[in-house]
């Protein structure tokens, strides 16, 4: 199928691009102190502001410490990626009464939040990760965020299974390549809603894992984080799970709106957007460690080396960790409840350290043996970045 087709090409390019090289620079610890003066945003004031990074008031990171080892990322720590302002409060006073238009099914419908509790119940662990996770390290400054690790966390979403809703109407038209779901933010004045609308295309067959979600972690979704009604795509990148979703179609084409036709593109620096481009659909294969955090010095001896590992693809198969920048590598074990191919598994091994500086990093191996690539795919939007070398971490060790 054509749009099987597209997601293997867009994927197939960006691991080429990483096994084929790019400038690469050492990773390592950033302090956060100046992105930690600037205040929580009021639609993200329930965050702990001890433990991210504020960015800017649509933009705010976990902090690598803040990550543990329990697995879910709690709500108030989880990043926030804004591409516009939340829409106002009150539409998440009365829950229930959110509707959602679904079309390109036999039967179109407008349904309420209330409408979908009633089709099925369902929920999914996943790994919720901006595009672009991992900007901050790129040597360009590409515009946007300048995340490091912490525009990424696994999320438990519980909702109505998008094909659930789709059987209820009959199915999908013949025809239709894509689902595409648009968001309910509120344009600012006098701005053509085509170049700021949140609405995203994806092939269709990803309604078979989506959820229309209406919790977040045992709670009501936030409304900063889509509530009362967000789309779950598990295993694409954060855009796709498109937040306060208002509509559900299936299309023939993929939308004209900006974010679609020429954002969220993987191309050379320098270049614009366009719709031949590698679109951020499926996430690619991806570990990093949590713990040593770095910065910190450590005693000699004995240390345990945690982190995560995550991908869109092949499900994680092993992780290695290495203490010496890449120089040699030794097997992790993953460790912690397996909650499904879309969340992250966790790995920890035991390391001994001697005195002196040390590099610590991950690579991840999928089953199909996939292996995590050492540097970053230069891109002008600093995307889906991978490259375990940049995602290391700097320890001195007494």
Not at 245 to 274: L, N
Not at 343 to 370: K, Y
């Amino acid at each position: 199928m054509k749009e099987a087709l597209e997601v293997n090409v867009a994927r197939r390019w960006l691991l080429a691009a990483s096994a084929g090289g790019a400038a690469a620079g050492l990773g390592g610890f950033s302090s956060p102190s100046l992105a930690q003066a600037r205040p929580l945003p009021p639609v993200a004031s329930f965050k702990d502001a001890s433990r991210v990074i504020v960015h800017s008031a649509s933009g705010i990171e976990t902090q690598r410490s803040a990550f543990g080892t329990s697995g879910i990322t709690d709500t108030d720590i989880l990043f926030l990626r804004n591409n516009i302002a939340a829409p106002d409060a009150a539409i998440v006073a009365n829950r229930d009464a959110w509707q959602v238009q679904i079309d390109g099914v036999t039967q179109p419908r407008t349904l309420t939040l209330a409408d979908l509790k009633r089709i099925g119940l369902s929920s999914v662990a996943m790994v919720l990760q901006c595009s672009g996770n991992g900007r901050g390290f790129f040597a360009h400054k590409a515009s946007g965020s300048q995340w490091k690790v912490g525009a990424a966390g696994n999320t438990l979403w519980s909702g109505v299974p998008v094909r659930d809703v789709v059987a209820a109407l009959g199915g999908v038209r013949e025809g239709m390549r894509y689902m595409t779901s648009t968001g309910g933010e509120t344009f600012p004045p006098g701005i053509d809603p085509q170049k700021v609308m949140v609405e995203r295309s994806v092939p269709w067959i990803a309604m078979e894992e989506a959820l229309l979600a209406w919790e977040l972690n045992g709670e009501p979704v936030p409304l900063a984080h889509g509530g009362p009604l967000r789309l779950i795509v598990p295993g694409y990148y954060g855009v796709n799970n498109v937040k306060y979703v208002k509509r559900v179609a299936f299309t023939v084409d993929e939308t004209s709106a900006t974010i679609q036709k020429s954002g969220y593109r993987v191309r050379d620096i320098g270049r614009k957007g366009d719709p031949t481009q590698p679109t951020m659909w499926h996430m690619n294969l991806k570990s990093f460690v949590t713990g040593p955090a770095g910065g910190e010095t450590l005693r000699a001896g004995p240390v345990q080396v945690h982190g995560v590992a995550f991908t869109g693809g092949s499900p994680i198969k092993a992780v290695e960790v290495s203490v010496d920048g890449g120089k040699s590598w030794q097997a992790a074990t993953l460790f912690g409840p397996h909650l499904g191919r879309y969340a992250w598994r966790q790995f920890v091994a035991q390391v001994t350290l001697g005195a002196g500086q040390h590099l610590i990093t991950s690579r991840a191996i999928a089953v199909d043996g996939t292996v995590q690539p050492e540097l970053r795919v230069e891109n002008e939007r600093a995307y889906a970045h991978n490259g375990w070398r940049d995602h290391a971490v700097a320890v001195t060790v007494a």
